[in-house]
Every structure is written in C-alpha cells, then in structure tokens.
C-alpha cells in the first residue's frame, strides 16, 4: 500500500517555466490537498478537491491550476513560475462521509526552486 | 474565520525537559483535532482528539482535548533530540466538506 505519492521529489525551473507535480493516491480516498509550506512556516491550502471532476480554490490559488479527471489523481500545475513559488509542495488525502472525517495522509514532499 | 492558533513558535529545551505545546481553535462546526509532527518531510500522524477530557497516550507524548475552552495541550516528558520537529495542530470541521484548518506549528529544539 504506496499511499499518497509525489513526484518529482526535487526540481529546479527558471523563471516562466511550467511544470506539473504529480500526485496519486491508492487508498481510494475521496478528499485530495495541495498545499504549500514556506521555510519556517506553517501550510497554506493552494487547492483541493472532494472528488472525481470538481476542484476548489483553496488560500492561495493564484499562479497555480489543478485537475481531477480520477480518484487516484491530483495534479498540480505550475504555467508561468516565478521565485515566489519556491517552496515545498505537500499533496494529501482523506477519507470522509456520513460519520467518517479522518485525517490526512500526505505525500513525502516536493521541493521546488524557481531561479 | 475559522483559525487555529498554536504556542509559542519555537521552543528550546535540554534533554529530559518536560514540554506543553498549546493549541486553541475557534473553527465553525468543530469535530475533531489533529496533532503532527513534522521533521525534515511530510508531516506524521499523532493523535486524532474528538471527545474532551480524554486523554491520548503514546510512549512520552500525551494529549487532551477541551472542548468547553477550545484547546489542546500537546505534552512530551523527557525530552530527547529525537522530539526536535515542528509540531502541527489542525481542526477538522463537522461534515468533511471543508479542508483541516491548520495552526503555523511550534518549532521544538531540544538539545543535549
């Protein structure tokens, strides 16, 4: 049972470059996270959302796009970079419901630099 | 606005220290809170507190919940460098529909 990954674990972009920071979850949860964790501080909500085909904007959704075509995937889409995007990516899960509101699982991380 | 709100920040204490890690939240519709530690990667699951005035063990690290004055305590007894990690609290609103409310985490150091 792999849980929540990411990939790439480390990248480096030029400034406007694009990339995408995968995410898959085997654990069939409906919730997925991305957020956004600046040194020293805590983590800020980009996007989420709570299934297949819908996506919510989260605190700070400028800059990046997500989509959700299955449970499994949630990837998170960087167009134009810039350094204000240098931070660590952390995508995550849940299982929620009628009386079910677990925590999340998250993914390992993705460290990303914009130069 | 739902808010969490934890303290202090950061922390230093010698080894074999006793810590409080305090957590207090004012989230519409509260369920439960979460408690994580996070050291170099993702963070990692501690305690889940749903019901107040019970306490959660495991090891050194205890937990409780006041439901009545919105907050938790995250206690660690004899202290080891091992606890050093940023110690999250998040609330998870009533129903699942809205994300974990997160605090900014307390930076604990615990030297030798």
């Known amino acids: 049972n792999a849980g929540v990954t990411q990939t790439p674990k480390f990248r480096i972009l030029k400034i406007g470059q694009s990339m995408t920071l995968q995410c898959t979850q085997d654990?069939?949860?409906?919730?997925m996270y991305w957020y956004r964790q600046d040194p020293g501080m805590g983590l800020k909500l980009i996007y989420y959302s709570v299934g297949a085909g819908i996506t919510d904007k989260g605190e700070v959704p400028n800059g990046y796009n997500v989509s959700r075509s299955t449970t499994e995937d949630f990837p998170l889409r960087l167009e134009l970079a810039a350094p204000s995007q240098t931070s660590v990516y952390f995508c995550a899960s849940r299982l929620t419901g009628t009386g079910i509101s677990y925590g999340y699982t998250f993914g390992s991380g993705t460290r990303l630099t914009v130069v | 606005e739902d808010k969490v709100v934890q303290s202090p920040l950061s922390l230093v204490v010698h080894e074999g220290d006793t810590v409080t890690l305090n957590c207090s939240y004012e989230?519409?519709?509260?369920?439960?809170l979460l408690w994580y530690k996070q050291e170099k990667k993702a963070p990692t699951f501690l305690f889940m507190l749903t019901s107040s005035g019970i306490e959660k063990k495991s090891g050194r690290l205890s937990s409780i919940l006041d439901k009545k004055e919105l907050f938790s305590i995250l206690n660690i007894t004899a202290t080891q460098t091992g606890d050093s990690a940023v110690y999250l609290c998040a609330a998870i609103p009533e129903g699942g529909n809205t994300p974990l409310v997160f605090g900014k985490g307390t930076r604990l150091s615990v030297i030798a």
């Open positions: 654990m069939n949860h409906n919730y």
């Open positions: 989230v519409t519709n509260f369920r439960s």
